[in-house]
């Protein structure tokens, strides 16, 4: 969080600032929805290794960093893209190949994650889980949690209700507080001091946004200080978590971003089938390497493309997309 | 009468569906099944994601949890913490109905939709839990989509990843569990329900074509089949509307 002051700056310089190597990271979106791929592709780009990433289902964006083996370390709950990968295709294989060290929790627990850290408190309950092996398994072994000063030393803690049976409620569960070096997530209009606002469903980018030591904001539409300010109510992050204000029109590309484009399902469909190929993907992998922007995926994909998926103004998707 | 079972599976879904329940779904058949019952035999039920959209419209069918198709004309678009805190909350967590799906199921409807094999290395690792979890912890009565196979229907799972009635009567209380469970496995072969005494799983019905030994020969643990009877296939009606008002574009029939 940085108070005050003009943020607006590059995506290269954002991420080459602020996502350095073995750094805590999380990203903002759900499956194929308002991913910020312009800045996972950055990432990718920069060749940033041994991420410690913190995800609840972000698909697609998940997927391509450790694909391209920015991730050591993963905290999840889903991976997967709906009908493009029921599971995500590199971080199967990324698993199965024991690549990365994985952590499966809930969604609701890495909301609720998040939400803690957000709030300064250590841990926060729910009723979930309980009786699963989500509470009996641990991905991350005692001695490691012992060695990373940045993880807490517990997966979970399951705790008699302190209060009695108060809400009939016996047994809850604890989940340990996320605070990331950098929470990194797109949204539909900012302006230069990093005020938000989201069109849609927020998912959980709100409560992964002011948990955040640094916050990085891409944005479809960058305003003046005015403009969002006029209608407080619809605004869902105030200036002051934010460090880093990018514009980048397309910057959830190729996963959608409500009231301005669709998903690409041409381009999830083929990447799904390259995923599953090693010399593919390590193709496609060079292909992100070798662009400049997003700008030049932009350009790759072409006018037609982006046409097919411009929202419509009533709907919010592109109603007439096949996605077959 | 022509149908598909992926069409019979969502019918006979739909058909458990009643009006007044709030219907949790995730993505593929369970999104259809939920749509299905809307537009058939259920129009008084509400749609509900995870991701925090609630009565969505959905004029068109959604291809993810994360679809923007789920947040035109939904009643409030809030987010993951709202979702489950609602599901959390016994006062509209009593009216849920979860639709979910699963790579392995046991006796007493635990699901695992983690891992094959050893947690550690596994041989195959599917995408977890998401909210599938949170739901099958919290609602009163899930629903769940199964393959009829024989890795799928087993002893013992790899991971226990959604809570059914764990290891029988009891079991979700002892753990500290809301109420609630499974009421429901649908299969490509037929449907089973859980016992209200022993928690376990027995055949209910079977579709048409197909015999309870058939059934019991893709499972590796017995259910009772004494109370099993033929499931009606889907109407001419039920099979119109499922087809032109809910998959016209066959995204996933």
Known sequence: MKVNGNKITSLEGAVKTHVKDGCHLSIGGFTINRNPMAAVYEIIRQKTKNLHLYAHSNGQGADELIGAGAVSCLEIAYGGTGKFAATCIRFRKAVEEE?????????????????????????????????????????????????????????????????????????????????????????????????????????????????????????????????????????????????????????????????????????????????????????????????????????????????????????????????? | MDYTLKEMMAIVAAREIRNDDIVFCGTGISMLAAMAAKNINAPESVIFFETGAIDSKLEDLPLAVGD??????????????????????????????????????????????????????PDVRFSGSGGACDVASFVSRSIIFMKQEKRKFKNKLDYLTSPGYLDGPEARKKAGLPEGGPVSVVTDMGMMAFDSESKKMFLKGYYPGITPEEILQNMEFEIDVTRAEEITPPSANELSLLREKCDPHRLIL
């Open chain 2, 68 to 121: 923007p198709r789920i947040m035109y004309q939904s009643s409030s678009n809030g987010g993951l913490l709202e979702s489950f805190a609602t599901m959390q909350n016994p006062f509209t967590g009593s009216h849920i109905v979860g639709i979910l799906g699963a790579a392995q199921i046991d006796i007493y409807g635990n699901l695992n939709s983690t891992v094959i094999g050893d947690y550690h290395a």
């Open chain 1, 99 to 324: 690549k990365i060290q994985v952590e499966d929790y809930t969604n609701y627990q890495m909301t609720l994650r998040f939400l803690a850290g957000s709030m300064g408190v250590p841990f926060l309950p729910s009723r979930t889980s309980l009786g699963t092996d989500i509470i009996e398994k641990w991905g991350f072994a005692p001695e490691f949690r012992n060695q990373q000063p940045n993880i807490p030393n517990k997966k979970l803690v399951v705790l008699e209700n302190p209060f009695d049976d108060w809400c009939d409620t016996k047994k809850i569960v604890l989940v340990p507080a996320i605070n990331p070096d950098v929470t990194i997530i797109h949204v539909q209009k900012a302006d230069y001091r990093g005020n938000c606002r989201i069109d849609g469903l927020t998912f959980a980018d709100v409560e992964q946004a002011k948990a955040a030591r640094t916050l990085i904001i891409t944005c479809e539409e960058l305003l003046d200080d005015d403009y969002l300010k006029n209608q407080p109510d619809r605004n869902q992050i105030p200036f002051i978590h934010a460090d880093a204000v990018v514009h980048i029109p397309y910057g959830a590309y190729p996963t959608a971003c409500y009231k301005y484009y669709d998903y690409d399902p041409v381009f999830l469909k083929q990447y799904a089938e390259l995923a599953k190929n090693e010399e593919k993907y390590q193709s496609y992998l060079e292909s992100i390497y070798n662009r400049k922007s997003h700008r030049e995926l932009l350009d790759f994909v072409g006018r037609g493309r982006l046409e097919m998926i411009k929202a419509d103004k009533n709907r919010g998707y592109a109603a007439k997309l096949d996605r077959r």
